[in-house]
């Protein structure tokens, strides 16, 4: 049953982009089902900052991921830095277990200590423990000392490439916005000019990576991997599955801002069948970002999927669409458990069958 175009979408999605706390595995049982909750509802639109559903942590996965800002496309950073005001904020780990799970009647054992009361399926509002950057907010901040910094180690003859190491690598993104802010005011330049006239090849790159909003970083990312010849399904899949639906309506917004057309349409130029209508309706940013898991769906989920792959000749692909690009991570977790029990096999042996 496997589909050539979108092997690499559901290998890097069933592994949710290797999320920073881990989603562990579910346990035998869920919480019950009150009386009055039925089948999966309608997805609706998560709130920016910290993404409801576990963001799906870090996305680096397979070949030449894209990564977050202040990460050249290759190379691996888990996580977003803290935001400034339009960005995206940072995400959020991902509670271990279900409902039901041993120790937790209704509640979900969050990373370490943390557990996430009103897990059950009648639960609305919980929030995921915070993820756990691998760069953190530098306290207390100084950015016009900093601004100071970055100035001198530019000014004169040569470049001073340590001190600028030092600053920009050990501020988070909404700390070297505010340093470029601040740069600015005192002296007039723009950072990011000043870096780039300072330093060439992949150095002077990241520099100019580190400092671009979450937005911006995304769509150039995505702009890059569809512009000249030949397309890198990698870094789209990799960006558009493992980002919330408000980062995802930020994203599209912010490539039409910069390129002056529309990210959907680029896509669809580049791509084809299910593969396309994938990743179109992952732009669409529709996903539930709930955390309730309820029992009977899962089971449902899980035959459909069944039914669409190995339980037939040949294979629904929209099916297989439908279920991954709108049911929360939560539930397909347990969904894909719950596949195992039904094939004997994993859904990702199954989808590379």
């Not at 960006?239 to 912010?254: G, M, Q």
């Not at 390129?259 to 896509?267: F, V």
């Not at 069944?306 to 692909?317: K, L």
């Not at 397909?332 to 042996?349: C, G, M, N, P, Q």
């Given at each position: ?18 999320p920073?706390q ?41 070949a ?80 016009d ?16 490439e ?30 990011v ?18 400092h ?28 558009l599955?493992?980002r ?18 529309g ?27 709930s ?63």
């Amino acid at each position: 049953m496997n589909v050539p175009d979108q092997t690499n979408f559901f290998t890097f999605y069933l592994g949710y982009g290797a999320p920073p706390q881990g989603y562990g595995a579910p346990p035998q049982g869920y919480a019950s089902a009150p009386p009055q909750q039925g089948a999966y509802g309608a997805p609706h639109q998560g709130a920016y900052g910290a993404p409801q559903q576990g963001a799906y942590g870090a996305p680096p996965q397979g070949a030449a991921p894209a990564g977050y800002p202040g990460q050249v496309p290759g190379s691996k950073v888990a996580g977003y830095a803290s935001a400034p005001p339009g960005a995206y904020g940072a995400p959020t780990g991902s509670p271990a277990g279900y409902p039901g799970a041993a120790g937790a009647t209704g509640v979900v054992a969050g990373a370490g200590a943390v557990g996430i009361a009103g897990m059950s399926q009648n639960s609305t509002g919980a929030k995921p423990p915070k993820g756990k950057p691998t760069v953190k907010p530098v306290s207390p901040f100084k950015p016009d000392q900093d601004a100071q910094i970055l100035r001198k180690a530019m000014k004169g003859l040569g470049t001073d490439e340590k001190s600028i190491i030092n600053v920009v690598c050990n501020r988070t993104l909404e700390q070297r916005l505010e340093i470029g802010r601040r740069f600015k005011a005192i002296f007039g330049r723009d950072l990011v000019k000043d870096l780039k006239s300072e330093t060439s090849g992949c150095f002077k790159d990241i520099l100019n990576y580190m400092h671009m909003p979450a937005a911006e970083y995304d769509a150039t990312t995505i702009y890059k991997a569809i512009d000249g010849i030949g397309t890198n399904e990698a870094h789209i899949i990799e960006i558009l599955a493992s980002r919330t639906n408000k980062e995802i309506h930020a994203i599209t917004k912010e490539y039409t801002r910069k390129y002056g057309r529309g990210m959907e349409k680029d896509i669809k130029g580049d791509t084809s069948g299910h593969f396309e209508k994938l990743l179109i309706a992952l732009c669409k940013g529709q996903r539930d970002e709930s955390f309730n898991v309820v029992k009977s769906a899962v089971e449902q989920d899980a035959r459909a999927l069944y039914q669409a792959g190995e339980g037939r000749w040949g294979t629904d692909e929209h099916t297989f669409n439908r279920i991954l690009i709108s049911k929360s991570i939560y539930h397909l977790r347990a969904v894909f458990d719950e596949y195992k029990k039904l094939s004997k096999r994993t859904i990702s042996e199954a989808i590379d069958s």
